[in-house]
């Protein structure tokens, strides 16, 4: 009895640190819309740094309660078609972006040059604003993503992927197939319309208009 009752204590404070009270304006977008997939790239090896960034402790989506609504809108209409968003990024801690930054100042780390940046040599990424001292992903109110088949559990093909570094990833590059952009336009178009404004070199970037913290860049972590 006594191993029985330390596994359910063990087990409930397993789920309570799993999350944590979140500044006021903030909430669990799962709390909005249970349905919208997520691959958190930043909280694994697959991204541009090649390792988990710091300030990403669990793989859950925070945004600022607007853009939690605003996301189980644009959910609800693409839900209707068969289709669902894939977020790969929310909320941001400014730790995670100064882990960016010291990243890019170290030019011999090139690790995952050749799948995210082949093109681009790492010391212009500052130059070419790739990377910033400042992201506006940390006010809460940005959102990167794409749209994914329900039925196949597939991502629409956008014609690069998430967070490559070079002119392809750009919202109006023309050399992409008419399928490719009519993808782009679909994600572009369901976000405009549930309030969001795209963003002129990231085809997967979207932050919500008026957004509520427009000048705070918080700090705390994802859990």
Known sequence: MKKYIFSIITFSLSIIG???ELPKGFSYVKDFAPSIQKELRYCSH????GVPVDGYEEPVLITSTKTAIAL??????????GLSLKVFDAYRPQT???????????PDD?????????D???????K?????????????SSVDLTIVHIATNTELDMGSPYDFFGVISHPDYKNLTKQQ???????????VANGFRPYKNEWWHFTLNNEPFPKTYFDFPIK
């Open 18 to 20: 799993t999350s944590q």
């Open 181 to 191: 952009k009519a993808n782009r336009y679909l994600l572009r178009k369901v976000m």
């Open 128 to 140: 070419l604003g790739y990377i910033a001292t400042k992201s506006g992903h940390s006010r809460g």
């Open 72 to 81: 189980a809108k644009v959910q609800k209409e693409l839900v209707k078609k």
């Open 96 to 106: 995670a972006v100064n882990h960016f930054v010291r990243w890019a100042r170290i």
């Open 120 to 126: 681009v040599n790492k010391r212009h990424l500052f």
């Open 110 to 118: 090139t690790l995952t040059k050749k799948q995210y940046y082949p």
């Open 46 to 49: 697959n991204n541009f740094m």
